[in-house]
C-alpha cells in the first residue's frame, strides 16, 4: 500500500474515536475499498500515483469520513442506553424509595455497582460500562474530601498515600479511556458534581454519620428526580448519533441537574457554591478533552497510536 493510502487510513483512525476491534476492520474495509477504486481506474488509462488520489479525493476527506462513519455506528441500542443509565436510576430508587438504611445500605449498592463496573470492563468495553465505573469511583472521591476533616498530622501522612494512588487510579483508567474517546470520561465523572452538591446540601463533615444520612432522607424524593434527570440524559446521549449533540446534550444534563438540585434546596446552596459546582462540571468536559489533546498530538498519543495499530 502507497505511503499516501497510509496517511489517509493514519488520518481516518486518528478522528475515528471507536473502539480497536471495530476500528481496524473498518480501516480494513477502507483500505480494500481504495485498493479495488485504484486498479478500476488504472484500467481506465491512469498511472498509479493518479489513481490512487483519485480514489482518496473520490471518498472525501479524512475527517468527512471518520465523521460520516462515527454517526453511523454511535448509535447504541435501547439495550445499552438502559445498561447506561441503570446505575443512575438505581441510585435514585435508593433514595426515593427510602432504601437507605444506615450505611449497610450504600455499601451493598456501591458492592453491586463495583461487581458490575469490574464485570464489564472485562467482557464487554462498550458505552454503557462508564456510568458504573463513575459510581464504583465514590469511595475514592469519599475518602479524599475526609482527608480535610483528619487532624493535620494524620492529614498530611494520609494525603501522602492517597494522593499517588488516586492519580495512579485516574491515569490509568484516563490511558485506556482516551483509546477510544475523552466524551467517555465525561460520562464517567457526570455524577460527581451532583453528588457533591447533595452532600453539601447535607452538610457533610467527612464521614457518614446518622444526622447526614436523615438530612440526606429528608430530600430522598429529590435527590431520586435529580439521578433520574442523569439517567434521562444518559438515554438521550446513548441514542444520538452525533458526537457534537451527544456532548452537548450531556453538559446539559448536568446544568439541568444542578439547576433543579439549587431550586429543591433554596438557601442550602449559596450563589457561589452553585457556581464552583457548575466549574467543576465544565471541568469534567474541558480537561479530557484538553488532555486528549494533547496526548494525540503529542508523544503520547504516538505512543498511543502505535499501540492500537
Known amino acids: 500500500m502507497s505511503i499516501i493510502v497510509d496517511e489517509y487510513l493514519n488520518s481516518i483512525k486518528i478522528n475515528l474515536r471507536m473502539e480497536s476491534k471495530q476500528e481496524k476492520e473498518i ?4 483500505a480494500t ?13 491512469l498511472r498509479d500515483e493518479e489513481a490512487t488520489k483519485t480514489s482518496i479525493r473520490l471518498l472525501g476527506s479524512a475527517k468527512s469520513v471518520a465523521r460520516q462513519i462515527y454517526e453511523a455506528h454511535s448509535q447504541g441500542s435501547w439495550q445499552q442506553a438502559l445498561m447506561a443509565s441503570l446505575p443512575h436510576i438505581l441510585f435514585g430508587l435508593l433514595f ?10 450504600m455499601l451493598v449498592m456501591l458492592i453491586f455497582v463495583l461487581a458490575i463496573a469490574v464485570w464489564g470492563w472485562w467482557h464487554d468495553r462498550s458505552t454503557w460500562i462508564f456510568p458504573w465505573l463513575g459510581y ?3 469511595p475514592v472521591i469519599a475518602a479524599g474530601l475526609s482527608l480535610l476533616y483528619l487532624p493535620r498530622a494524620l492529614s498530611w501522612i494520609a494525603i501522602l498515600i492517597y494522593i499517588p ?12 479511556t482516551i483509546k477510544n474517546d475523552w466524551v467517555y470520561l465525561s460520562l464517567m465523572l457526570l455524577p460527581i458534581p451532583i453528588i457533591i452538591c447533595w452532600f453539601l446540601v447535607a452538610q457533610w463533615k467527612g464521614y457518614l454519620d446518622a444526622n447526614t444520612l436523615d438530612r440526606l432522607t ?9 439521578f433520574m434527570t442523569l439517567g434521562f440524559g444518559v438515554v438521550s446521549f446513548v441514542r444520538i448519533r452525533r458526537r457534537w449533540l451527544k456532548i452537548f446534550v450531556l453538559f446539559t444534563t ?3 441537574t444542578l439547576g433543579l438540585i439549587s431550586f429543591y434546596t433554596w438557601g442550602k446552596i449559596d450563589f457561589i457554591s452553585f457556581l464552583l459546582l457548575l466549574l467543576l462540571l465544565a471541568s469534567i ?9 494533547g496526548v494525540r498530538c503529542g508523544k503520547w498519543g504516538r505512543i498511543i497510536e502505535n499501540h492500537r495499530g
Do not use: C, M
Not at 480501516?27 to 477502507?30: G, M, P
Not at 485516574?170 to 485506556?176: A, D, E, G, M, V
Not at 429528608?218 to 435529580?226: A, D, E, L
Open 33 to 45: 475499498h481504495i485498493e479495488d477504486e485504484v486498479q478500476e481506474l488504472k484500467k481506465h488509462g
Open 136 to 138: 464504583s469511583l465514590l
Open 165 to 176: 494512588l488516586a492519580i495512579w487510579l485516574i491515569l490509568r483508567i484516563f490511558k485506556q
Open 218 to 226: 429528608q430530600y430522598g424524593p429529590f435527590i431520586g428526580i435529580s
Open 27 to 30: 480501516i480494513s474495509e477502507l
Open 96 to 105: 426515593t424509595l427510602n432504601w437507605l438504611r444506615g450505611i449497610g445500605g
Open 285 to 293: 468536559f474541558f480537561i479530557p478533552a484538553l488532555l486528549e489533546n
Open 254 to 256: 448536568g446544568v439541568i
